[in-house]
């Protein structure tokens, strides 16, 4: 069983920059793709970026693009998210999630088969 914590969440002003991280154990998460999803209160979980198994293959919700950049550190188990340039409409719970092989569609929550419970970034001045 994979599990998925996420950590990096905050406060930050406008134009501010968070980097969250989202640590797995339990198997070795280089084989997996990672997804980082976003909810906020009434809406629909959003897909934001995603990341192959082994890095080379990055995808971004246009919403997102230009702002952040997703990595992952496949010796320490770990996917990054850096957030920059954080706009209030960025305010939400953020979750990761990984699934076993390539999706073209990552951005569908349901194509995934494990999440962490998630960490709240919070965008105001």
């Known amino acids: 069983q994979l599990q998925l914590v996420e950590s990096g969440g905050g406060l930050v002003q406008p134009g501010g920059s968070l980097r969250l991280s989202c640590a797995a154990s339990?198997?070795?998460?280089?084989?997996?793709?990672v997804g980082w999803f976003r909810q906020a209160p009434g809406k629909e979980r959003e897909g934001v970026s995603y990341?192959?198994?082994?890095?080379?293959?990055?995808d971004y919700a246009d919403s997102v693009k230009g702002r952040f950049t997703i990595s992952r550190d496949n010796a320490k188990n770990t996917v990054y998210l850096q957030m920059n340039n954080l706009k209030p409409e960025d305010t939400a719970i953020y979750l990761c999630a990984a699934k076993r092989g390539y999706d073209r569609t990552w951005w569908r929550p349901f194509i995934y088969d494990f999440w962490g419970q998630g960490t709240q970034v919070t965008v105001s001045s």
């Open positions: 990341i192959s198994s082994s890095g080379r293959s990055t």
């Open positions: 339990g198997f070795s998460s280089g084989n997996y793709a």
